[in-house]
């Protein structure tokens, strides 16, 4: 290979013109736009590279050394198969694939790589913000002590009528797999496991369509429970402004909070389980610091991401985000979701092929009609880079 990543766009839109953008401005080192594919041909006009309106005609010209998956959710699995199958590199953008099966497809196939050295990555942009790195740090090395309580309200995510009418397949069980949960919250979910773990138990109360007139969910409250005795709830919809992005941790040594700017934790001088045993008070608390960690901006994100996956490719580095790890962001989802519609405690992990069942179940009996508009011009570029 040489000094520089050819890397093949697949799916132009919102996401993958937003990379695009990113690495034609020479925010990504070492690498070029060496094709684009998109099945919408209005969205390849004008472009100065090699263009493909099949993803399987761009595998085969050999003009790519590695491809990024920016599609509707579903082909991410077709896609990224073919793709691992032809043996170049692949990175996929969140979620891996809509459900727990697929990922499994996914992975297996990663497994069947032709070549050794093939690289399967996904674009966990959060795990490169410094507050989930400090808190992530500050986990593994024991300092908040055994967690016993997560809380995360992810409120933030307001979409309005016209976003939503702003594509065929959003918001539909055929065309995007799901609502807030498959589409806005997937880096949470992904920080959730990477932070705290896998829970054994969900139980979800999900609300199909509440707030806006789609077939999929729009609010969901859920509550986890961890085989340590933790307990997690996590609140997300797309419902609510201002809305929230509080994430509250509580631990042996104390409490640490996530919200705006920087990292917040009142730390007991002494474990809470240890003074609850050897105090002699009938009210006593221990002593506590509030200790001010610094943390500044967000990381490079999805720059960031991008340019690890070159490197890696490249230089050998370690991926940011395999994407094998991203089956249990997945998993996750998928309890919440199955939870709330079977209406009962669902165990992990899940029977993947119980979910499968269930997703061509809402997509059988699928009999709503989704109203596309045009999208106006007041659209924000941040908040389409969440899709």
């Not at 000094?3 to 690498?31: D, P, W």
């Not at 099945?39 to 761009?58: E, I, N, Q, S």
């Not at 976003?163 to 609502?179: I, K, L, M, P, V």
């Not at 609510?240 to 992005?245: L, S, Y």
Request: glycine fraction near 10%; aromatic fraction near 6%; include cysteine.
């Amino acid at each position: 290979m040489s000094s520089t990543l050819r890397l093949g766009i697949i799916g132009i839109g919102n996401m993958g013109g937003a990379h695009a953008g990113n690495i034609r401005s020479g925010q990504v080192k070492r690498c070029t736009i060496a094709a684009v594919c998109d099945t919408d041909p209005a969205r390849l006009k004008g472009l100065d590279c090699p263009v493909f309106a099949d993803h399987r005609a761009m595998l085969a010209s050999g003009t790519v050394d590695a491809v990024l998956i920016a599609t509707p959710h579903y082909d991410h699995t077709t896609i990224g198969i073919d793709a691992l199958a032809a043996g170049v590199h692949v990175m996929v953008e969140k979620p891996l694939s809509v459900h727990k099966a697929d990922c499994e497809r996914l992975i297996a196939a990663y497994e069947r790589r032709p070549k050794p050295g093939q690289l399967f990555a996904a674009m966990f942009n959060q795990r490169t913000n410094p507050a989930y790195i400090k808190l992530r740090d500050l986990i593994q090395a024991g300092e908040l002590g055994e967690i016993r309580r997560v809380n995360w309200i992810i409120t933030d995510w307001f979409r309005t009528e016209a976003y939503y009418a702003s594509g065929g397949w959003r918001a539909t069980w055929r065309g995007e797999g799901g609502g807030v949960l498959i589409n806005q919250c997937p880096h949470q979910l992904d920080l959730m496991q990477w932070l705290f773990g896998m829970p054994v138990r969900v139980r979800a109360h999900v609300a199909l369509g509440k707030w806006h007139a789609i077939e999929t969910e729009d609010a969901v409250t859920a509550y986890l429970e961890y085989a340590t005795g933790a307990t997690g709830v996590f609140i997300t919809t797309t419902g609510e402004t201002p809305g929230t992005n509080r994430l509250e941790v509580a631990g042996e040594r104390g409490r640490v909070v996530i919200e705006g700017e920087g990292l917040k934790w009142i730390r007991n001088t002494t474990p809470m389980t240890e003074f609850s045993r050897t105090t002699t008070q009938s009210f006593g608390r221990p002593e506590t610091w509030n200790v001010e960690i610094p943390v500044k901006g967000s990381g490079g994100q999805h720059i960031e991401v991008l340019q690890n996956f070159v490197d890696a490719i490249l230089d050998g580095k370690p991926l940011i985000a395999p994407a094998q790890e991203g089956i249990r962001s997945v998993e996750l989802g998928n309890a919440m979701l199955v939870s709330g519609l079977l209406d009962r405690t669902v165990e992990l992990p899940l029977d993947s092929a119980m979910v499968e069942r269930e997703f061509q179940r809402l997509i059988a009996s699928s009999k709503f009609e989704k109203k596309v508009v045009a999208a106006g011009p007041a659209g924000d570029f941040a908040a389409s880079h969440s899709r």
